[in-house]
């Protein structure tokens, strides 16, 4: 094991490496904008830049301070522009006596520039022995060593929304990538807190990563007026991000700093650069925010970081949904008072009763307790009441998840899953007009995610907007070929309009991806639709055998047999769905299949048990 002094100078080393890396691609882009030989005259094109109290205008060859012009002679002037033009970077002797001070001249040229960085150290207020501003490297030279900015003019446009591209991970360990991506959807959350800035989920932003793309591109693509990108490396429990503001679309560099801190302390580094790009945005920070940001707490580093696994591998729902739910369970036990992990652990659980994979009593059930949990730690945490929403859906509690999904909404506005979900429940409550502000609420927060714009597709068709379905559901096969939900829904709305051959192609390509037996129970429907009766039969009975080994839910049964009009079969299933409480039960009310049956009391019957009709 290393001790603690072995541990800094391999974090130390490893960093300088990579920070580096990253400053020369950000001294690149800031050469870009100030970079000019002083002597040319270049320079006067370039854009004032400003540092601490300091304000250095080119053009009009002044320093300021605080907006008040500070006497500089000529040559510590120039000094100070070559060094602005390579911040960070070693400016040789020999290269100031060469721009400053023409060969022909006969001056002690020691002696000169030494008075000339003597005057301008006054002038900035600096010390030799503890420089702020300027560093001297012993018979070298100097390096302006202060972060550098733009100053920017009342005239240029506001920044009221953003994207953290993924943080890039140092050094480049592979075992480490879940620990980026925790991170960068850490600082995604937490900026989403400041209720003037609408900042782009994880899902669009992360299929930037690794893409080489102009950056303004990417913020038009995305609809932002500004990026952050940045890097994140953690040695044992130290981390140390390194982030820079770039306002689009011309690439104008504001803003790079670094903010180290201890694992236990990730959650107040995450709010200190929240706050920092807050202040470089000129957002006004209400008392509200405010007090979202600074609400942080030391969180123990293992709990954290099987945290960090379990929202990784939720992302990657529904193939790693066990890895997750193991993680978010390690996480609890580390420390038993992390509301957010209760919370993750409890999306999770929803899920499995959402995607077919297992009953309520596996699934939703225990996941409105661990909800409930996460809201006995922490009643303010939106997730939390997102989760207990999502789960009461499935007791057919509507009410009171809808009053749920508001909370959320109300303590963060920009958390999108509580949009899309809530949007989800006011659709199978069949208020569709209000179904569709919500979830397009969530894709204009995550524009490119797949999820949201087929469940966009899914309100369509259960309005029996079948044209409008299918063009979104293709829409979204566009941003993700594999994606499950779109190939469903197509196929499901390609059907209704007796498309049937085409239904029956999507609904096997969603198969491929949409884990559990529910796929095989769409196709089934889709041949009995297409009049392909012995097909669905077969169907019909592979479904029975399979309900020996697994999970499968009764309400997929009840669809094919109302597909083939076999009217009490399908009903008697439906009973056996509401018992059993089948997660796609909550669609009974808005599903077309079941259409012929809306004036069948025992269809009414069962509709009244679970609510539907007081709502």
């Given at each position: 094991m290393f001790g603690s002094i072995a541990w800094s100078c391999l974090f130390s080393v490893l960093w300088i490496s990579g920070y580096e890396d990253f400053q020369s691609r950000g001294r690149a882009k800031l050469a870009r904008n100030f970079g000019a030989d002083v002597t040319s005259g270049a320079h006067l094109g370039r854009p004032p830049v400003r540092f601490g109290f300091f304000e250095v205008d080119f053009k009009a060859g002044e320093l300021r301070k605080?907006?008040?012009?500070?006497k500089l002679q000529d040559q510590p002037f120039q000094i100070l522009m070559i060094?602005?033009?390579?911040?960070?970077?070693?400016?040789?002797?020999?290269?100031?006596?060469?721009?400053i001070w023409p060969a022909d001249t006969f001056v002690d040229f020691d002696q000169g520039l030494n008075n000339a960085i003597k005057r301008l150290r006054e002038a900035l207020g600096d010390d030799a022995e503890r420089p702020k501003y300027i560093e001297t490297v012993p018979k070298r030279g100097y390096r302006f060593v202060e972060k550098l900015e733009l100053a920017r003019s009342g005239s240029v446009k506001s920044i009221r929304s953003l994207a953290v591209l993924p943080l890039e991970n140092l050094p480049h360990d592979a075992e480490q990538e879940y620990f980026a991506e925790g991170m960068t959807e850490a600082l995604i959350t937490t900026l989403a807190k400041i209720g003037e800035l609408r900042v782009i989920s994880r899902t669009s932003v992360m299929q930037y990563k690794g893409v080489r793309k102009p950056l303004s591109e990417i913020a038009r693509e995305l609809g932002v007026d500004a990026i952050v990108e940045g890097t994140v490396l953690r040695v044992a429990d130290r981390v140390r991000i390194t982030a820079q503001l770039i306002d689009t679309p011309i690439e104008t560099h504001l803003w790079v700093e670094s903010y180290e801190r201890d694992m236990r302390d990730i959650l107040a580094l995450q709010?200190?650069?929240?706050?920092?790009?807050?202040?470089?945005?000129?957002?006004?920070?209400?008392?509200?925010?405010?007090?979202?940001?600074?609400?942080?707490?030391a969180v123990d580093p293992e709990a954290y970081e099987a945290y960090l696994k379990g929202r990784y591998y939720l992302n990657r729902r529904p193939a790693n949904l066990a890895d997750a739910i193991k993680c978010f369970e390690q996480a609890t036990a580390k420390d038993s008072s992390y509301a957010a992990a209760y919370a993750g652990w409890a999306d999770c659980l929803t899920y499995l009763t959402a995607y077919g994979i297992s009953p309520p009593t596996e699934g939703s059930d225990k996941a409105k307790r661990l909800a409930q949990r996460a809201l006995e730690i922490d009643n303010s945490l939106a997730e939390a009441h997102a989760a207990l929403a999502f789960a009461t859906i499935y007791e057919y509690d509507f009410l009171s998840a809808e009053r749920e999904f508001e909370r959320a909404i109300e303590l963060d506005p920009h958390y999108a899953p509580a949009h899309v979900i809530f949007g989800v429940l006011l659709g199978v409550m069949g208020r569709y007009e209000e179904a569709y502000t919500e979830v397009q609420r969530a894709i204009r927060l995550d524009p490119r995610?797949?999820?949201?714009?087929?469940?966009?597709?899914?309100?369509?068709?259960?309005?029996?907007?079948y044209e409008q379905a299918i063009e979104q559901c293709r829409k979204t096969l566009e941003l993700d070929p594999n994606s499950a939900g779109a190939w469903a829904f197509l196929g499901w709305a390609q059907s209704c309009i007796s498309l049937h051959d085409s239904a029956i192609d999507s609904l096997q390509r969603a198969s491929k991806y949409w884990p559990g037996a529910s796929p095989i129970?769409?196709?089934g429907e889709a041949y009995a639709t297409a009049g392909r009766q012995g097909e669905a039969q077969k169907i019909l009975d592979q479904l029975r055998e399979l309900s020996k080994e697994r999970y499968v839910t009764p309400y997929g049964i009840a669809r094919i047999y109302a597909a083939l009009r076999q009217t009490d079969e399908a009903l008697e299933w439906l009973e056996t769905a509401y018992v059993q409480r089948a997660n796609s039960m909550v669609y009974l009310k808005i599903d077309p299949v079941f259409d012929y049956l809306r004036s069948d009391v025992r269809l009414q019957d069962i509709m009244r048990r679970m609510n539907f009709l007081t709502t």
């Open positions: 605080q907006g008040c012009r500070v060094l602005l033009q390579q911040p960070g970077e070693l400016i040789s002797r020999e290269e100031l006596r060469q721009k709010s200190e650069v929240a706050q920092a790009i807050a202040r470089e945005i000129r957002i006004k920070l209400t008392p509200v925010d405010e007090a979202r940001l600074a609400k942080t707490q995610s797949s999820v949201f714009n087929a469940v966009l597709g899914y309100v369509y068709l259960y309005a029996h907007r129970a769409w196709l």
